[in-house]
């Protein structure tokens, strides 16, 4: 009686699979659990559990996973799900700790930019953004009840069209960082609700500029199961300074990105590997304006949904 | 500047890689994660995490998967956690439907079992164990309050050492197994506390014996991912009628297992693919037994901690 695939042994290994350990075990067994789907599953979702089978199949043959690694592992991940709430997403951090939420990042919008002249790269959302941040006109000042002498900035800059280089009117700018102590409003009771975030909105000019602070590094929430990983793995929880942005317009594809300083520490280990050389942006030391010890000059690109579809 | 991996381009592609789609994406990307593990991890560590990474990383590469179907999947898996209690592990019953437990399962029993003459074959726990269920003398009978005319079974067998075919003194043997409703006794408020669960201690001989019932084929719980996992397979959620044991006995490596019986449904399409050749069983009618419709001989082999070690 043919049971579903279990019963086969290990002489009947698979050729020319030069993996070691692979060949001890049953080698129907993984193809016999692809089999069970059906025939009324999406062709998508038949792909893509397929190769999820077959990966984590083959990481658990080639590891020799046994029951109580799989345990503590599973362990981890149901923690993950239990502390996650509208406030904090700890699934998410498991995967960006291990790289998951930046290599999707690129593949989405690899997938829709070969092209050498591209628009502005983006980078993961992250779990800090919160909807209807306060709107702002241009020039005003996101930050409130902090002193923060020494890191007051002035960003500015343009958006424009990537491919044909006009500004865009009616780009609204989405922007959150963290305050000098390393947090976010939401993570530290003693800041005003929804400090360090706003949204612009430009006119004909496609031009933006308001006042911010320089940000610091941070360290990732360490206290659940991406911190155990981390500790697990010899690995500081520390993200280099960055701001946050989400840019969308009219007709444009929105992007999620941000820009890293230049000088900050951990830039070239962030904990969550999402720095890119073209999201790099220096801040630049000025005395010409009492409202700010920084400027930060940085432009946005974005590509109609026209242009994203075609690329 | 170099920045953890992210800013190479796919010109650099890994030759002599097949696989289609990957070498459209920074091929310098996953090393970059990896190499980030510090050195005092443990070398257990560093190996399973490694791996896991270069497995998650090709998975989501091959597939393409986009930041939407990212987030669509480690929904299900926040979802998993947040229903997982003392009473049901849904991350348990996701692997469960995926064939990860039943993998493990092969991988840890099969680490120590190369040999022809092996112990009784392995099954996964599952998530209905409970400790402590009702201890009873030998030919005593594990149902209560069910009316079960037509079922009844007396199951009775020996367990002897693996290497030197003696009976063993001393095993306990922990059983459960559902009510021909489907439901153990947990998951149904009409059963008795502990009913379809026993356990029995062996005597010199090395034998057992006790009155049971047949069991039915039943579902999975399938209200949570695990059920929606499924129903984007278009799978079915059962499993073939089975009866759990945990054999355990002072000196003896204990064994996780179930029976099967060769006649029920979905025998060859095991929701959870725990079924294994071995493991199947004749439920034989008889008469002479007033209280019994049923007789089902098995025998168990155990193997020393030391025969075990040496496997």
């Known amino acids: 009686m043919a049971t579903n695939g279990l019963n086969g042994t290990a002489q009947g290994a698979v050729n020319g699979d030069s993996k070691p350990a692979t060949h001890r075990f049953n080698p129907h067994f993984t193809q016999a659990v692809i089999n069970a789907t059906g025939p009324k599953a999406s062709p998508r979702v038949r792909q893509v559990t397929s190769s999820l089978i077959q990966h984590l199949h083959d990481f658990a043959r080639e590891n020799e996973i046994t029951v109580d690694e799989w345990m503590a592992g599973l362990e981890l991940i149901n923690e993950a799900g ?9 699934g998410q951090l498991v995967c960006d700790v291990l790289g998951f939420e930046s290599l999707v990042d690129e593949i989405t919008y690899k997938l829709a930019s070969d092209a050498t002249d591209e628009p502005t790269s983006t980078a993961i959302l992250g ?59 939401q993570q530290d009771p003693d800041q005003p609700d929804m400090n360090l975030r706003g949204r612009f909105t430009t006119g004909k000019d496609g031009k ?21 990983i981390l500790q697990a793995l010899d690995r500081h929880p520390f993200r280099p300074a960055h701001i946050h942005f989400i840019i969308s317009a009219p007709g444009y594809k929105p992007i999620v990105t941000q820009i890293f300083d230049r000088n900050s520490k951990y830039i070239e280990d962030d904990a969550v590997f999402a720095v890119k050389d073209s999201l790099l942006v220096d801040f630049i030391p000025i005395t010409s304006d009492p409202k700010a010890d920084f400027e930060l000059p940085y432009d946005f690109r974005l590509a109609t949904f026209e242009d994203a579809a075609k690329r």
């Open 82 to 90: 239990r502390m996650s709430t509208d406030r904090r997403n700890e």
């Open 127 to 185: 779990p800090f953004w919160r909807v209807d941040a306060p709107k702002f006109q241009m020039g005003e000042c996101i930050v409130s009840g902090i002193e923060s002498k020494g890191d007051r900035t002035w960003m500015h800059g343009k958006v424009t069209d990537f491919r044909t280089g006009e500004p865009i009117e009616g780009v609204c700018l989405d922007v959150w960082h963290t305050a000098p102590n390393g947090l976010y409003e």
């Open 208 to 228: 933006y500029n308001f006042y911010c602070l320089r940000p610091v590094p941070y360290p990732i929430p360490f206290d659940g199961p991406a911190g155990k």
